[in-house]
Every structure is written in structure tokens, then in C-alpha cells.
């Protein structure tokens, strides 16, 4: 090993006083600028390209818990950066940007927490709880109590569905309509919700014209909660009913030629116009202008048959395109359902004996000759309604109402007449339940509950049937809970329970306005009576709250739509 002479270490070393290293004024390594490193700078992260984050400006609320974990650490250099800062020319510097390669992060992310209560920061809480989403305080806290698109509340009450980090990124339900638009229709209007909601027209209580059919008595023993042992299987009982639409009813017909009314319509059509505000789902109505007169359709297997459920839930039913799993419980295989529901419990509910209440005429309907089945327990009567505005133009309506059954009043005797509907459970652990209650373990002790789920996810289906209730001047809506017997099979179901309300009260407790309905009814019609004699289509749109109408060729339905159809595809909220 060869070694160093002490002459030589000696003319190593750099000419000058003092020891150690020459002081520079250099502030770059081989032409690279560089910050030096001190004993107290802590290299917390490589890189950052989100610093300006920390000062609350990224809308995630997130930076400001690091901001107290790591308070008392420096950004590595920052202690002398300044000291060593390199010479950049002004106008490089105003056009410097960093370009991240991070994934853009949305608003709402897993540290938001989505609250509802007193003494929220950052939220800007109105009376009632109702909160504007804000910048929110210390670990991103928010306050959100608002409405989505359809009436139901994210926040949902306790034992609802709470408004999940995921439930953002939800794609928007793109229903289909209830009919597809040809290219020979003309638009003539075009009516938003909010518009329809404004009309008002007050109508009188109405008058019977003429009844039909007959009536049996209500078994009360259904009013009573049953035992779990032995719950009542709801059974399927043969009865002919019948569900005729308005132009095709021969005692509608003879009114028409006696000129009764200006405008005729059946229940059903008629309470899904005043009730149209309401609806979420799509439909449509045939409306037919004969001379002066005005007829309200329906089309052969239309939507308006079907008893739709959790239409208005705030996470209604999904579509089997949706990501729908069980095909039970689509809305499709759940409006069939409900309507079989529908059907056989206002049968089974009534006591089939000899005591009966015959009305002045017989069913227009039944014909004993060609049916194998008995008439079902049903009155049709014939009312109408003025809706004029003023005695020089009068308006009247005629529409045929039904009454499902009848019953003594215990107190004078007296018949009430009812009208018999059910609401049906599928499952309530289910995507698309609403957060309703379990009926079996809550309807005798949360009824209360119970019900005021029922009225948030099914508002259009129980207005429709307070509707025609009063319409029918009904004493009573018997109202059935009937339960699958399992909820992964839906061909099996129990009666829970029977509850009973008169139609005016409960339409006070769901906000229906009648006066409103009957605005919409002479509003649609008088755009019908301005125009010259022909068919028209009101057609509620699929996936937004519109109604539009449509003026069609005379024989546009005859053929139940053979002809190439232009289906309407347009987009729209869920």
C-alpha cells in the first residue's frame, strides 16, 4: 500500500484561513437547483401535488385533519428554501403549471359524512331542518337535509335507508314510455309539473245519476289483528269484474246521446289525471273529441290497469337493466303482483251469502249466458260533477265510479259503502322496499309509522284511491296489508291487517288537493275543445315531469300499434 507524505495532505488542502470547505454562493449541483437539508426538516411525502388543499380550498374537508396530525412538521426545505430560491424569469413563472396524473376526485367522497342535526358548522340550517350542503367544518362534516328530484329525503327518518358514500355515483334510470310516439303525431303542448300544480278549480260534491250491480257485506273480522299462528292466507276466488273503458260502456253511451255531461271518463283514468302531478312512472290517456264531447280513454293493457308499488320511493324498484338481481321484485313482476293482490282480496273480504244490496239495475257487463264465473261484489254508479266557470258556459262531467262492498254502521244501522284496496309487502330488507317497517312485528304496534311510509313511497297509488273514493262518495276506504308468506317467493301471501279511513280525512293527511286535480282535468280538456274534432294522446313522459299532448290520426290505435313505431328515447332524472 503506497503511502501519502504529510507535503502532500498539506498541498491538498485549499488556500485561504480557516478550516473546512470554501464558502459559495453556488445554488446548483452540476446546473440542477437544490435545497439544503437540515437536521429539522422530517421528509414527510416525495411529492405533493395537492398543497394548496390544505388550506380548505379542495372541497373535501380532508386536508385539515392532516393539518392537525402533522402541525408541527415542516415540508422538507422549507426552513431555508427561501434563502436558496433559484432566479426564474416573471413571465415563466405566471405560465408554470403542474398537471397531476391523480384520478380527479369527485365531492362526495368516504370523508364525507352526511348528517342532519343542531349545531352543525359550515351548514347553513333553514327552520323546519331543512339544510343547504356547505363547505363543511372540522373532518368534513355536512349538513344535508335536502329533497332529491322525486320528494324523498337522502336523510331518511330512523329505519330508513340512510344516504350511503356510494349513492352518488348511481346512474340515472332511463325509463321507457308507456307508448311509442309515430312520426305522424303532432305535438300540440307541452306541461310541466310545476305548472300543473298551480291550477285550481273548485268543483261541487256531485250528484248519482244512475247505479248498477250489487253489493255484499264486509266481513269484520278482517278489522281485527290476526294471531301469528293463524294469519289468513289471502286465496284466489273466481269472480268476473270488469274494467271497461270509457267509450265502450254502453250505459256511458246513452248518457252521451241524452247530453248529460261535455265530458265522460271511468275512475281510474280520471284519478290518474288529478292525480298526474304525483306520478313517476309512465302512462298515457286517449282522449277523443266527438262534436262538443269530450271522451277520456284508455288503451287496451294499459299501464293504468296495473296497481304499481314503491313508485314514489326515493330508491324505487330497479329494472332488470339497472342491475336488478331478483326478478321478483322488478316493477314489472311487482305491479302484476299487486294487481292480483288487489283483485282477490276486495273478493275475499266480503261475505258471499244470500244478504245482499241490490241496486235499481243490474251489472251492464255480466252477461250470465257467456260467463262461467259469478259476478264479483261490485256497484257501478254514474255521477256528475259541474265544473263550469260560469253560468254562461256551463261544463259538466259524468264518470262511472265503483263501490267495492257495503257494511252496517255500528251506531245507527245505517249501510256505509266501502271501497276495498290493499297494499302489499314484498320484502323490507330489499332494494327498492323504501325503508319501510316490517309489517308483521310493527303494524299493530307502529301503525302510525307504518302508514306514513306507505303514503311517502306509494303517493300516487293512495291518491289515485282516495281519489275515486270520493269521487264515489264512499263512507270508507278499507285499506288490506297484506305480506308474502315468503319473501323470496311471491306467489303466496298473507292479510296482516285491515284499517279503515274515511276518504276525506286521509286525503287531508296526504296533501291532496281535489281542486287541483279537477283544474287539471278542465285545463287538459278545454286544449282538446279548442282544437277541431279528433283523437289525442296524453302521454306522461318516461324519465321527466311532463305531460305532453298529442293530436293523432282517427284510426291511430285500432291496430294496437302494428305500424313502425319512433320510440322516445329522451333522458331525464329518475
Not at 325509463?175 to 306541461?191: C, G, P, V, Y
Not at 267509450?247 to 280520471?270: C, G, H, K, Y
Not at 277523443?288 to 287496451?300: E, P, T
Request: net charge negative.
Amino acid at each position: 500500500m503506497a503511502t501519502t507524505s504529510l507535503a502532500d495532505l498539506i498541498g491538498a488542502l485549499p488556500d485561504g484561513d480557516g478550516w473546512g470547505p470554501t464558502t459559495t454562493t453556488e445554488t446548483t449541483l452540476n446546473g440542477v437547483p437544490y435545497a439544503p437539508f437540515s437536521k429539522g426538516d422530517k421528509l414527510g411525502r416525495m411529492a405533493d401535488w395537492a398543497v394548496d388543499g390544505k388550506d380548505g380550498r379542495d372541497g373535501r374537508g380532508g386536508r385539515q385533519q392532516y393539518n392537525r396530525n402533522y402541525r408541527d412538521q415542516q415540508i422538507y426545505g422549507a426552513g431555508s428554501a427561501a434563502l436558496f430560491t433559484a432566479p426564474v424569469a416573471e413571465a415563466d413563472e405566471n405560465t408554470f403549471s403542474v398537471v397531476s396524473r391523480e384520478p380527479a376526485k369527485t365531492r362526495y367522497g368516504r370523508g364525507a359524512v352526511f348528517t342532519r342535526g343542531r349545531g352543525q358548522r359550515g351548514a347553513n340550517q333553514a327552520r323546519g331542518g331543512r339544510a343547504t350542503l356547505q363547505r363543511g367544518g372540522r373532518g368534513g362534516q355536512q349538513g344535508y337535509g335536502g329533497y332529491d328530484s322525486r320528494g324523498g329525503r337522502y336523510n331518511a327518518p330512523r329505519g330508513g335507508r340512510r344516504f350511503g358514500w356510494k349513492d352518488y355515483d348511481k346512474p340515472a334510470r332511463n325509463r321507457d314510455a308507456s307508448i311509442n310516439i309515430k312520426a305522424e303525431w303532432q305535438l300540440l303542448e307541452e306541461i310541466d309539473f310545476n305548472r300543473l300544480g298551480k291550477l285550481n278549480l273548485d268543483a261541487d260534491e256531485g250528484e248519482d245519476l244512475d247505479s248498477y250491480g250489487f253489493l255484499y257485506y264486509y266481513d269484520r273480522t278482517h278489522d281485527k289483528p290476526p294471531v301469528k299462528s293463524a294469519e289468513k292466507r289471502l286465496t284466489a276466488i273466481d269472480r268476473a269484474t270488469y274494467n271497461v273503458t270509457t267509450s265502450s260502456d254502453p250505459v256511458i253511451q246513452e248518457l252521451a246521446e241524452r247530453d248529460e255531461a261535455t265530458i265522460f271518463a271511468t275512475d281510474s283514468i280520471l284519478s290518474m289525471l288529478m292525480c298526474s302531478t304525483r306520478s313517476v312512472y309512465p302512462w298515457d290517456i286517449v282522449i277523443v273529441r266527438q262534436g262538443n264531447k269530450i271522451f277520456l280513454d284508455k288503451r287496451d293493457n294499459a299501464t293504468l290497469d296495473m296497481v304499481t308499488v314503491n313508485e314514489n320511493a326515493a330508491d324505487a324498484p330497479m329494472e332488470a337493466s339497472d342491475g336488478a338481481k331478483d326478478g321478483i321484485n322488478q316493477p314489472n313482476a311487482l305491479a302484476e303482483e299487486a294487481t292480483y293482490i288487489n283483485h282477490n282480496f276486495a273478493n275475499q273480504v266480503v261475505l258471499e251469502n244470500e244478504t245482499k244490496v241490490n241496486m235499481p239495475n243490474e251489472n251492464p257487463f255480466y252477461n250470465e249466458a257467456e260467463e262461467t264465473e259469478p259476478p264479483a261484489s261490485k256497484v257501478y254508479k254514474y255521477r256528475k260533477f259541474d265544473l263550469s266557470t260560469s253560468e254562461e258556459e256551463p261544463m259538466y262531467l259524468v264518470v262511472r265510479t265503483e263501490i267495492d262492498a257495503v257494511q252496517k254502521n255500528v251506531n245507527n244501522g245505517e249501510d256505509q259503502f266501502l271501497t276495498l284496496k290493499a297494499l302489499n309487502e314484498f320484502d323490507s330488507k330489499a332494494q327498492g322496499s323504501g325503508g319501510a317497517l316490517d309489517w308483521r312485528s310493527k303494524l299493530v304496534s307502529q301503525r302510525g309509522a307504518v302508514v306514513a311510509t306507505e303514503m311517502k313511497n306509494n303517493s300516487v297509488k293512495l291518491a289515485r284511491w282516495t281519489v275515486q273514493s270520493i269521487l264515489a262518495k264512499a263512507d270508507l276506504m278499507k285499506l288490506g296489508f297484506v305480506s308474502r308468506a315468503n319473501p323470496k317467493s311471491n306467489d303466496k301471501h298473507v292479510i296482516l291487517g285491515v284499517i279503515g279511513w274515511k276518504p276525506r280525512d286521509f286525503a287531508n293527511q296526504m296533501n291532496l288537493s281535489l281542486a287541483n286535480g279537477w283544474g287539471i282535468v278542465r285545463t287538459i280538456c278545454d286544449m282538446c275543445l279548442k282544437r277541431e274534432e279528433g283523437k289525442f294522446v296524453l302521454i306522461k313522459d318516461p324519465n321527466k315531469s311532463i305531460l305532453r299532448l298529442y293530436e293523432v290520426p282517427a284510426g291511430s290505435f285500432d291496430d294496437d300499434g302494428e305500424d313502425e313505431l319512433i320510440p322516445e328515447t329522451e333522458g331525464g332524472d329518475n
